[in-house]
Structure formats: C-alpha cells, structure tokens
C-alpha cells in the first residue's frame, strides 16, 4: 500500500514523502485494513521500527484535518515524550482548514495545574503520569480530545507505572467514551485481553524491517535460533566486547547490555582501549568534536571526564547517573554512527529508540533490594533484543546473550530465546497504589458515590482479568484510610472531598506524604531549620530515589543525626528494628546530600562524598522541590505562615543550589548558581548593586555577555546609558552575523 493511495490530504502525503517512506510496512497496512483511519480502536503490538508511531502519526492527521479533532499522546517516560514530540514536529507545516498551522505540544512539567494553554494544540504529547495529574484538575480542553494515543502499553505491567497508565486510560475513556484509542507495544503476549477491555481490534505481527537473529555465546562461538553459527576470535579477553569488536569490522555497532551501572562503565573502559585502534583520522577528529561538547555541557565532574575521554576513543557508557545533557549528546552520536560501541543499563531498552547492529545482554540476573538477584523476565529480554538491527543500514540484526557454561547456554536458549514474552498483568490493586487514585476519582468529582466509586475501578483492566471482589475490599478500605485522615466526608450516600483531600490530589502527591507534613506541621520542633525541613519532606514516599547508606557512610550519618536530631521532626527510632533504623538512615543520606547541596558543594564533591550521581541528584531535586512546593501549600492551608517565606526561600535554594546570601541575585531569570557566586563575589549582592551597575561593568565578568546583561538589566531596572545601549545592540547584531555567515557555510 503505497502513501499517495492513503485518504489523506496532499500536505501530510508530502511531509511522510519527505522523510523518504513512498510505502506501508506490512503491519502498518494491517492497521489501515482493520480502520485505524476510520476511527476504529486498534492495539498494535509488532516490533521495535515496524512503524508503529507512523500509524499515530496518519491517524492524528486524519482527526485534526478532516474532524477538527485534538489528539493525546501518552508515553512512560520523559525521554520518549522528547522524541515523539520531534516525530511530530514536522507536521507543523500542514495547514488546517482555517490556515492555521498544525501546533504540537509538549508537556512533562509541573503537576499542579490544568494548563488551559494546552487548549489551543491540536498534538499534546505527555507522561502517564502528567495527563493524569491534568485529568484531577478537569481542564476543558480534554474533552476535545478525539483520538487517544497510549505507547508503550505494556507498561501496564511495571508495579511503579503501570498503575497510572490503567487509570488513566479508564478515566479518559469515561470522560471521552467516543474517543478512538490506539495502544502501542512491542511485545505483548496478550493483546486480544487489552483489546477487549479497551473495546478494540488487536493486531500482532512478528514482523519487522530487519530480519533478528537471537543467540548465544560461548567459548568464542555464538549459536543462534536459525541455526547458524559464528566464530569470533578473542581480540579482549571479555566475551561481550570481543562480540561487539567483531560487529565492528563488519562495518556495525554494539550496544551492550549491563546489570549494573559499575559494569557499564567498565565494559566502556575496556571497550575504548581496542576500539580507538581501529579509528580513522576522520573519526577521531569527529569524536574529539563530540567529547569537547559534552565537556563544555554541564558542570565538569569525574564522571563527565571520563565519559569524555572513553567518548574520544569511540565509546560511551549510559545510565541514569549521568547527566540527562550528556546522556543525550550520548545518543545523538550513536545515532549519527559516530560512536562505536555503548555500554548501557536495561533503562535504555525502555527509552529512547537507539538501534544496533547487534544487541549484547551480558547478564540476565539483576539485584532488587530487599529481595537480592534475580532473573530478568522474558519481556525485559525482548525490549533489549528489539534494539537490534537498524533499518536502511543493516539486513539482519543480532541479539546474543552471554553463557559461562554449557549448561547456562543450554538455559539461556530455552529461557530467553525460544520463549515468549510474559502476559501483561495489572497491578492496581495494591492499597498504597490505589490511595491517589480512589482520592482523585472523588476530589476531581468523577464520582460522588462509594457505588460510583466501585463501578469506575470495575471498570479498570484489574477488573478485566480478575473479579471484582478483591479491588472493592481494597477501595473500601481505602476509603476508610482517607476518612479517618480527613481527606473525604461522608454524607449518607454522597462522598466529598475535604479542603485537605482535595489539594493532597491537585498537588499529586501520595495521601500518606499528606498525612506525613500535615503531622508534622502539627507536631514541629521547636527549633526549625532547612534540615528540618528537608527532613520532613524526605521522610515521606514521594522522595526519589530512595538511598541506601553504604557501610562507611554510617558513622557520618550518625554523626549528623547526633548534631541534628533536636532539629528533626521526627525522632531516631530504636536501632532494635534493623530495617526500619537503615530506612531512617537512607532518609539522612538524602538530607545529608541536599543540605551540602545548598551550601554549593560542587556535584564532583557530592560524588566523592556520597557517591550520588548528577542524574541521581537531578531527580532527588525535583521531587523534593516538588514536595517543598506542596508542603508550602499545605502550611498555608492549616495556618502555620510563619514557615512560608522560609519554605519559599529553601525551594529556591534546593532548585538552584545555593547559599542564602545568593537567593536574591538567583530569583533573576537566567541567573543561576554559578552566575549568581560570580556577581556576588564581585560585589553585586543585591539587586540594588546590580541596578546601579552598567551593562559594560556586568559582562567584564566571567559567563555574562551581553545578552545575560541586558535580561538581568531589564529585570532590576535602573539607568542604562543610550550611547551604552546603542553599542551593545551593535555588538549583538554584528555577533548575529558572523553566526549567520558561519552556519551558512
């Protein structure tokens, strides 16, 4: 089926011809056979690069252009809402019927609001768990909403995630029942079981655009499932990167899989020695490029060095202790084939679409804590093995995983590679899973009923695979969690959120971390500090990520327990209950690491320290600038005002990490934490000093040109010279010319 014969109009053909596709995969004419254009609701489960997105992409097109529609795009994960958004982008050249342009947004960010600017897309593209924070603020704009995309939906299946993306795929439906919906996987086993529970036709196909051999290694032989077999020589001495060195000379690239994020930068290390070797002079001064950039991203630490160096030799590591800037440029390259091999944690095969020639998975046990190694799921496997094979470079693409043993060979095979993916199963009912979820039906009036209440979470996919009986115990019981707390009244029959309930749920935060600040606030010491603050906040569940104390911190930590504890607003709890003593400890961990955070230690420090990585410490900041957020709401909801203008300065200080004397210069836009020490220790403290100083005096100073001069000008007014003024216009318009004259050739 060729794209000129699709129902479409003539600009989208254009955009889709553009991008070099003439034709439809054959799992993409599946779709438009079973009336993915016609409105009809398909679960598309076929492999990584089948086309799924394109399906999407036709049928948003079709809504917006011909029904006047509006169209939701959810993902799991940040990074795959970047990358649909570029996918998207590109339709911004096709007219409407109006003339107005095709508008795409993107949305991720701050979960306490409706966004009513959302309101004039046509394309939204967010997170699960934003579109649900959207649907407990009851924005008018989604019930415009004619087609429903959900990607990733076996994402039902993660205990963390899966939850939010089942609620919110039943709430919608309710809210929009004659909304089409598509549901996007890769691997499900069954979708007939999804497609009846969202009333839609399921297509499966095996089919993808690069043929995918799986296989396993041993002793410098792999054996794959067609029955061929390879020998590789041993160039290393580690079996994962002599497989990847020999997809190398054949002209490919590797990704290699790692159980921990230690052994991905090992497997770079190791990788870089041999690949740097095989290196063209071209290549090299292209990475040397590459590795520069990602120095100049950032704040320089160990880490970010040595990816740079290993970058310069062909490799890179990958995981969610790096920086998201430099995980990016990571990416970037090795689409672009400048980097050779990437050693990478499974988060990757969740992300981001990054193909290979070959996929390595050099373990298959991983460590949960709490519950020590265990094997992978099938499922897992098969997201990493996808990534194989990269369409319009290579004709097949190879998975291999790596035995030690000839009976872990034999294991492997019949485990992983002839094995199919597990069945999506929900994970809804779970009491502290299901506590948001029941407060937010009520508290954004989706319900006002217990026998309402019960019908929509029978409507759920739990209630497709189970009965009902065991997720109406659980929401009963639920219920009287939140009654008791204050959250919801009852009225005979009719349900109603609180004051308190209600804001818990706008402020998307577990009702227990309510519970949590409301006590404390309540109960607050007598001394209050920022680390009591900061120990209220992380003694809550909405902290990310949780810490485990490593032996040798211990002894510190006990320290700043000692120094602290009057200011805590909760006490040490009795080292009898070993468990529950080392979970207080990893709550001082995360106290320890903001509070030198906010004295300005410097990221390298906080690894040397406490061997928190930026990625790790990006995420601590924003959901612990998220519950300061919250916590600042609910002081000003039960009286205590007295903490607001300390609360506010603290969530200015953990988002940028600073010292106090800098939270004035930092409140400037474009002004963050190393700009605001340079103008402070150049005497420029207050916003007084910088409204008396000239533009010319302000860019003598290190990282201020120009335009930061102008924008911190015009924020704290004062008077700026006309003569002065003209001149730096001059100086900008002539630096717009010279990177003008640059990029065009």
Known sequence: MKIEDLPLPEGVKAVISSSDISSLYPP????????????????????????????????????????????????????????KYEDFKK????????????????????????????????????TNEKCDSLLRHRPNWIRDVTLLVADEVHTLLDRDRGPTLEVTLTRLRETNPQAQILALSATIKNADEIADWLGATSITTDWRPVKLVEGVYLDGECQFNSGDAIRVRDENGNPAINFALHTLRSGGQALIFANTR?????????????????????????????????????????????????????????HAGLAASHRKIVEDSFRRGRLKIVSATPTLASGVNLPARTVIVSDTRRYNPGYGLYDISVLEYKQMAGRAGRPRYDKIGEAVLISRTEDEQDYLMERYVFSEPERIWSKLAVEKTLRSHVLATVASGFTH?????????????????????????????????????????????????????????????DPVSGVIIRDGLENRPRHITDVSLLQLVCHTPDVVPKYYPRRREIEGLNAFVELHSDEFFFPTPGDDDFVEFESFLGEVKCVC???????????????????????????????????????????????????????????????????????????????GRVRGRILFNAGLRTLDDLKKASLTQLTTLPLIGPQVARRIKEQ???????????AFRQGEEWQQKVLSDFEGG
């Open 593 to 671: 690491v903001l509070d030198a955070w906010i004295q300005e230690v410097s990221e390298e420090g906080l690894i040397e320290r406490f061997s928190v990585q930026p990625g790790d410490l990006f995420r601590l900041i924003r959901s612990v600038d998220w519950l300061l957020h919250a916590t600042r709401d609910l002081t000003r909801l039960f009286g205590h005002k007295d903490l607001l203008q300390r609360l506010s300065a603290l969530q200015l200080r953990v988002k940028s990490g600073i010292k106090e004397n800098l939270v004035p210069l930092v409140a400037l836009e474009g002004v």
């Open 91 to 126: 339709y911004t050249a096709v007219r409407k019927g109006d003339g107005q342009r095709i508008q795409v947004a993107i949305s991720t960010g701050d979960y306490d609001g409706s966004d009513p600017w959302l309101g004039k897309y046509d394309v939204i593209i967010t």
């Open 262 to 318: 230690r052994r991905a930068v090992a497997y770079a290390k190791r990788a870089g020695n041999a690949v740097k070797k095989i290196l063209s002079k071209p290549e090299s001064r292209t990475l040397k490029t590459i590795a520069d950039q990602l120095s100049r991203t950032g704040e320089r630490t160990r880490l970010s060095d040595l990816l740079a160096n290993l970058v310069e030799q062909g490799v890179a590591f990958h």
């Open 449 to 509: 009923t217990e026998e309402g209440l019960l019908d929509f979470f029978r409507k759920t996919f739990y209630a497709q695979q189970f009965d009902s009986d065991p997720i109406d115990e659980l929401v009963s019981t639920v219920l009287e969690y939140l009654f008791v707390e204050g959250m919801l009244t009852v009225d005979g029959r009719h349900l109603e959120a609180t004051r308190f309930g209600r804001r818990v749920s706008e402020l998307y935060i």
């Open 28 to 83: 993409q004419e599946d779709a438009i056979k079973a009336g993915a254009l016609d409105g009809e609701n398909l679960v598309l489960a076929s492999p990584t690069a089948s086309g799924k997105t394109l399906i999407a992409e036709l049928c948003a097109m079709k809504h917006i252009l011909e029904g006047g529609g509006k169209v939701l795009y959810l993902t799991p994960l940040r990074a795959l809402t970047s990358e």
């Open 716 to 726: 704290v007014g004062g008077f700026i010279k006309t003569e002065e003024l003209d």
